[in-house]
């Protein structure tokens, strides 16, 4: 954890949170297996580890900041559980626009939409009908999150247009579900830089929480560098970005993190080799800083129940 120059918010504001969404959450995952409760529960660690990782974000109703961090946690062993949960959590604190990055696979960001319209959302966006949380607690419409995406279409300028959504509806809680696409993305950051000019800003003033779900496949800049870059490199200078273009997944995550005056970027892996071998000087005027999970890098131990290789394979 980086603590220079960070004023933790979080433990001030906690008592006074009404944890809606977080509930709702804790009850839905209270009616599956594996989830317990008590002081070693399950569901008790998981709230405890989400707990420091919203105090390590930006504060959502503070100034004008971007934070970056990475979670590790083995293969299956929940992370999708802990983003939603982190989720739920961000939104009862005051973050108010979600964009989940899901995988590169349509099916794969079909699934998430789903998990999310069961877990957060409460119901399935395309037919309006309740699900999950939506079945378990009769929510009032003020707290029901707008998504403009469903389980079987992506973000497009189409979908967007139709719906009648624009940046100012970023005043409500908004969720936005999509594939690791640089195209998708592309439109996104165009369609939000278009609306802003439209009310004539620069920013979009409200706070995002930026999700990277495996954070190590397509989201590292893969652009090969210039000698001379590489020659400043061995002298550990900053480098001349100048001769430095991103990778185009890359470069408009990047991109979209600037639109907001307040931003953290939350990248989740179970193999987090390449994201922590990102130059940390790594910073141009058009795309900032890069994607180094510079603020805080946390492990989430799996569950007591988790089988995984070391249940396998003996140890020496």
Known sequence: VDIDDFDEWYSDVRA????????????????KPFYSTGPNGTLTKLD???DFILSKLANPNGPSISRKGMIVGNVQSGKTSHYIGLIAKASD????VVILISGMLEDLRGQTQKRTEEGFLGKNIATSKSVGVGLER????????NCVTTRKKDFTRNLVDSSGYT???FKETFLIVIKKNASILKNLN???????????RKKVDTSLLLIDDEADNASINTKASSNQTRRKRKLNEVEDNRNYEPSRINGEIRQL???????SYVAYTATPFANIF?????????????????HFIQYVNPPNNYFGPSKVFLEK
């Not at 165009?190 to 004539?200: A, F, N, P, S, T």
């Open 48 to 50: 405890k580890n989400i």
């Open 190 to 200: 165009q369609w939000i830089e278009d609306d802003l000019q439209r009310i004539g």
């Open 138 to 145: 009769l929510r009032p419409s003020s707290e029901m999150p």
């Open 16 to 31: 006074d949170i009404d944890y809606k969404y977080w509930n709702d959450y804790h009850f839905h995952l209270t009616q």
């Open 93 to 96: 604190a005051g973050y108010k």
């Open 257 to 263: 993190i600037k639109k907001f005056e307040i931003c």
């Open 167 to 169: 940046v100012e509806s």
């Open 278 to 294: 990102i130059s940390p000087k790594t910073s141009d005027e058009m795309f900032n800083e890069d994607l180094f999970p510079r």
